[in-house]
């Protein structure tokens, strides 16, 4: 749906600690002025270019895949998300486990840029088109009082503890997936039950620290009861179902719909 109204994005050069190095823009967000052309703008007209070495690694989202390219003959590596295929349906696991980590790592530019929204209202709204202009150099003021005035973002319990760990997980083999693709768990011919009452006593009882952990934050946490309310809508019901392996006990499966695709239900088969 069209809004109606002019979107205009600015470009925040952020350090680690969530310390603003630098604010450009703001460019008027159209199909020339997406973060692809962005940041070739950036390399070619602030002098961007001479703050990076050969070699240095650059964390980026989807939306600067055109300019993979420009960054490489500058020498810079670079870390994105991995897109789908042609004809690919999902990532594999290692894609998956790849693009979580390059999202967690990107985590401090997406809060300094609520940071700056949460504190200075004036940004989370509509602005009117009088102060366009000038929104720039608002927006250059709001970074310099968060640096002077306001403690580093810090996200918890982040060390290179963590950072080992997540490395860790992100290579354990997907042995569920294995199992459903070896014996063809996801066709219409496997014997799968619905688990009533009677069942649910023994589902094991997952505290919200353990949840954290194995999540590594609070991100998906946070988005399950949105995908459950969802799901119990669209179908009119009142009951959130889960199925059993027939011949295993143990092995369980359940049906969300998807958020990206949105008459799509995707299954998410476990073991406990």
């Given at each position: 749906m ?7 994005k ?9 310390y603003?190095?630098d604010?450009?823009?703001?460019y008027?967000s159209?199909s020339?002025?997406?973060?692809a052309?962005?940041?070739e703008?950036e390399?070619d ?18 939306g600067y895949s055109d300019?993979?390219p420009?960054?490489?003959n500058l020498g ?5 998300p991995a897109?789908?295929q042609?004809?690919?349906r ?5 894609e ?8 967690k790592?990107?985590w401090?530019?997406e809060?300094c840029?609520?940071?700056?929204k949460?504190v ?7 602005v009117h088109m009088?102060?366009a202009?000038?929104?720039g ?5 709001a970074g310099?009082?968060?640096n ?7 996200m918890?319990?982040?060390n290179?503890e963590l950072a080992?760990m997540?490395l860790?997980?992100s290579r354990?083999p997907n042995?569920?997936q294995?199992?459903v ?7 219409r ?10 069942h ?5 009882r997952f505290?919200l620290n353990?949840l954290k952990e194995?999540t590594?934050?609070?991100y998906?946490i946070?988005?399950a009861?949105?995908y459950?309310?969802?799901?119990l809508?669209?179908?009119q019901a009142?009951v959130?179902?889960l199925?059993e392996?027939?011949?295993e ?10 958020f990206?695709k949105?008459?799509k239900i995707?299954t998410?088969?476990s073991i406990y």
């Amino acid at each position: 749906m069209h809004k109606g109204r002019h979107l205009i994005k600015p470009a925040l050069v952020v350090a680690p600690d969530g310390y603003i190095l630098d604010i450009h823009g703001p460019y008027f967000s159209d199909s020339r002025n997406n973060d692809a052309s962005m940041i070739e703008n950036e390399m070619d007209a602030t002098g961007l270019r001479e703050w990076f070495n050969n070699g240095d690694i650059f964390i980026v989202d989807r939306g600067y895949s055109d300019a993979l390219p420009f960054l490489e003959n500058l020498g810079i590596n670079y870390k994105m998300p991995a897109l789908l295929q042609q004809g690919q349906r999902q990532l594999n696991t290692d894609e998956a486990n790849d693009s979580r980590l390059i999202t967690k790592t990107r985590w401090i530019v997406e809060a300094c840029n609520g940071h700056i929204k949460s504190v200075f209202k004036f940004f989370e709204g509509t602005v009117h088109m009088n102060h366009a202009i000038n929104i720039g150099d608002y927006y250059r003021i709001a970074g310099a009082i968060l640096n002077k005035y306001r403690e580093p973002i810090i996200m918890e319990g982040a060390n290179a503890e963590l950072a080992q760990m997540m490395l860790q997980k992100s290579r354990i083999p997907n042995v569920v997936q294995t199992r459903v693709e070896m014996d063809n768990l996801h066709t219409r011919n496997a014997r799968w039950v619905h688990l009533n009452t009677n069942h649910v006593s023994s589902f094991p009882r997952f505290h919200l620290n353990y949840l954290k952990e194995l999540t590594v934050g609070i991100y998906q946490i946070n988005l399950a009861p949105a995908y459950i309310q969802d799901k119990l809508q669209r179908e009119q019901a009142e009951v959130f179902e889960l199925d059993e392996l027939a011949d295993e006990r143990g092995l369980i499966r359940v049906r969300t719909y998807s958020f990206q695709k949105c008459n799509k239900i995707p299954t998410l088969d476990s073991i406990y």
